[in-house]
């Protein structure tokens, strides 16, 4: 997303790769600025263009947040409407927190007293600049959050260890779901094969999955995803790993031609609205993809072969998809069940009792069912 915005007479490009809240108007701010008149300032949607020390912008956002804090959902039964408030919070949180910019110049320079170098950060997200922008500082932070993560990776044990002994690695993209809840990956490890000749991944992401099929003996896999950033990561993961020769990545919706012996796909686990490229991770407006994956997959399933079907059933559990409406999807595309395979989330917002949706995320499950057509 752009914007064009003036600053004292000068035209200054506002830049945002994750749709963040575009400023009404822009005012130069430097380390004069107290966190309270930033505060009401971000309220206003106006933008404060730093011109001081980086490190003071940094100090200033840090102190920004504890002015607009993470405002909790309230407890209590109706878990849905909790989620939503979670969610609209957030979302407000961010828009005022994203209030506070840097000027950026071609070359993705920041020209601040002590800026970091982003270049590399900036030119993995951002098409070049053609002229003085800005951006928000906490955008960039999560740009270069991100380049940092594809430059170390994340650890996947179920992928075995490199020549180093130490697990192998996924690298992901900003804007790319980074494989760091193993639960899902754990599932497919453990599932058994119903062939080794070919298989599809709907909705790769990074790659992982299909890596894994692949580790795991597979021998030729098209692993596909709708998003661009997705398709890249996944086909420089591919490539890394040296699996390039038996694992193609195409840019699709869901299903490339052709059949196979065994299809996954592990689709965004809840039915909600996504703004971003990262949203659509973990967000599925109307159970598109879900719907979409179950209605698709005996056409291309060889005979007896499998679809597996990675999902989490927190949806259910905050009200956001009825208990039967998973199962009666699955007869409504001609699918049976063979079997099915639980596990329980590890992550630390599981046992977090503060945590609005902890009914709901205390007894979440995930899933692998195995289908195939009835």
Request: glycine share 10%; hydrophobic share 45%.
């Amino acid at each position: 997303m752009t914007s064009l915005l003036s600053l004292h007479g000068d035209s200054l490009r506002w830049i945002s790769a994750t749709g963040g809240t575009t400023p009404r108007r822009l005012v130069a701010a430097d380390d004069r600025l107290t966190a309270d008149r930033a505060a009401r300032l971000a309220g206003q949607r106006t933008g404060m263009v730093w011109r001081g020390d980086y490190r003071g912008a940094r100090q200033l956002l840090t102190a920004l947040g504890r002015r607009i804090p993470v405002t909790p959902g309230r407890h209590g039964t109706d878990l849905a409407e909790a989620f939503r408030e979670q969610r609209r919070n957030q979302a407000r949180r961010a828009g005022r927190l994203g209030m506070l910019l840097v000027p950026i110049e071609p070359g993705f320079v920041i020209p601040l007293r002590n800026a970091p170098d982003v270049t590399r950060a900036c030119a993995e997200v951002y098409p070049e600049l053609d002229g003085p922008s800005v951006i928000a500082l906490r955008e960039l932070l999560g740009v270069i959050g991100a380049h940092e993560w594809r430059t170390a990776g994340v650890p996947v044990v179920a992928l075995g260890t490199g020549p180093d002994g130490a697990p192998v690695r996924i690298r992901p993209r900003h804007g790319v779901f980074a494989p760091t809840r193993n639960e899902y990956i754990d599932l497919v490890a453990a599932a058994p094969l119903p062939c080794r000749s070919r298989a599809i991944d709907v909705g790769t992401g990074t790659g992982v999955l299909a890596a894994l099929l692949a580790t795991r003996g597979v021998a030729r896999i098209v692993a596909t995803d709708i998003t661009a950033s997705a398709v890249a990561c996944a086909t420089d993961n591919m490539r890394d790993l040296g699996l390039s020769a038996r694992v193609e990545v195409q840019l699709t919706d869901l299903f490339p031609t052709g059949r196979a012996p065994l299809v996954v796909c592990n689709p965004p686990w809840l039915p909600a609205a996504a703004r971003t490229d990262l949203d659509r991770a973990v967000y599925d407006p109307g159970s598109r993809m879900l719907t979409g994956f179950l209605h698709g997959l005996a056409a291309h399933l060889e005979p007896a072969g499998e679809g597996w079907l990675v999902l989490s059933d927190l949806a259910e559990r905050l009200g956001l998809r009825r208990a039967d409406e998973l199962t009666l999807a699955i007869h409504a595309a001609g699918l049976r069940v063979i079997a099915r395979t639980d596990t329980t989330p590890a992550h630390s917002r599981a046992a977090d009792p503060r945590d609005p949706l902890h009914a709901a995320r205390s007894a979440e499950q995930i899933s692998l069912y195995r289908l195939t057509a009835a």
